[in-house]
Nanobody, 121 residues
Framework: QLQAYGGGLVQAGGSLRLSCAASGRTDDSLVVGWFRQAPGKERHFLGRMYWSGSSANYADSVKGRFTISRDGAKNTVYLQMNNLSPEDTAVYYC????????????????WGQGTLVTVSS
């Protein structure tokens, strides 16, 4: 089970950190991915990481601005977002599955409820 939170309103150029709290089986095979979905658009991949932190990759659109990390003691994965622009406005989701796979959102079995990020100009 996943719970995403931390969204809110931020000005362009600002930063925000989203959290994804996980419960249940969180072994090293667990992969946590971050996605976002703007109104009327499909859910887009942002980045993913093994629960162990051993591997991570990012979409080109956010590489260098977004970073995924984890706190094992809190069973939480974070998405640090820097230099935000209005184009980053969307509902952000974390998903999880027990294999690396591809970037397709429909391969993720578990989802958090989504948290809204609004970036004002």
């Amino acid at each position: 089970q996943l719970q995403a939170y931390g969204g809110g309103l931020v000005q362009a150029g600002g930063s925000l950190r989203l959290s994804c709290a996980a419960s249940g089986r969180t072994d090293d095979s667990l992969v946590v991915g971050w996605f976002r979905q703007a109104p009327g658009k499909e859910r887009h991949f942002l980045g993913r990481m093994y629960w162990s932190g051993s591997s991570a990759n990012y979409a080109d659109s956010v590489k260098g601005r977004f970073t995924i990390s984890r706190d094992g003691a809190k069973n939480t994965v974070y998405l640090q977002m820097n230099n935000l622009s209005p184009e980053d406005t969307a509902v952000y989701y974390c998903g999880a599955r027990y294999y690396w796979g591809t970037h397709k959102s429909n391969e993720y079995r578990y989802w958090g409820q989504g948290t809204l990020v609004t970036v004002s100009s």
